[in-house]
Antibody
């Protein structure tokens, strides 16, 4: 079955960096667009970035543009999010999500918590 | 960037019809999707492409869209439908994705 497992979250100081990973299994990873979605404590969902199946197209929400970089390694069935210059308002659970061909997120990981605090 | 606006909360009694709205300038040209998120769980799609229901979602869930507003309707809401509901769409280019702020549905 489809499985997405995020890792790499943790506690980091403002201005610091962190790299999140999303390991995919149970489907042909290279056929699907993938996204990162985050949810601050007690807040709503926020889409932050997507990457096309080939990795050639990438888009970001304004809130992370210039600080976060999405990438993928199709042979390793993995997606990444490099987060630089982290701010306290980046504190959230970060989910990776698979996009299907009708445009919705049909599979989600369990999320990894990123806490930005001094 | 574009935004989707939802009411923060909706409350109904069991068996009543719950309607959750989502407004946004991009909606006339782009589909609306609806996700349900229960506490501590990942979101689950309940409506896609404005009004289609995925397999496994009860028939009491329906969606509609007109102009700049999309609506999720739960006919005969049940206590187990209590959750946060998020609308979702893309901009006209299809490259920017946005969730609405979410609506907490109470059924009591």
């Amino acid at each position: 079955q489809v499985q997405l497992v995020e890792s790499g979250g943790g506690l980091v100081k403002p201005g610091g960096s962190l790299r999140l990973s999303c390991a995919a299994s149970g489907f042909s990873f290279s056929d699907f667009y993938m996204s990162w979605v985050r949810q601050a404590p007690g807040k709503g969902l926020e889409w932050i970035s997507y990457i096309a199946s080939s990795g050639t197209s990438k888009y970001y929400a304004d809130s992370v543009k210039g600080r976060f970089t999405i990438s993928r390694d199709n042979p390793k069935n993995s997606m990444y999010l490099q987060m630089n210059n982290l701010r306290t308002d980046d504190t959230a659970v970060y989910y990776c999500a698979r996009e299907n061909d009708i445009g919705d997120f049909d599979s989600w990981g369990q999320g990894t918590l990123v806490t930005v605090s001094s | 960037s574009f935004e989707l606006a939802q009411p923060p909360s909706v409350s109904v009694s069991p068996g009543q019809t719950a309607r959750i709205t989502c407004s946004g300038d991009a909606l006339p040209k782009n589909y609306a999707y609806w996700y349900r998120q229960k506490s501590g769980q990942a979101p689950v799609l309940v409506i896609y492409e404005d009004n289609k229901r995925p397999s496994g979602i009860p028939e009491r869930f329906s969606g509609s869209s007109s102009g700049t507003m999309a609506t999720l309707t739960i006919s005969g809401a049940q206590v187990e439908d209590e959750a946060d509901y998020y609308c979702y769409s893309t901009d006209s280019s299809g490259n920017q994705r946005v969730f609405g702020g979410g609506t907490k549905l109470s059924v009591l």
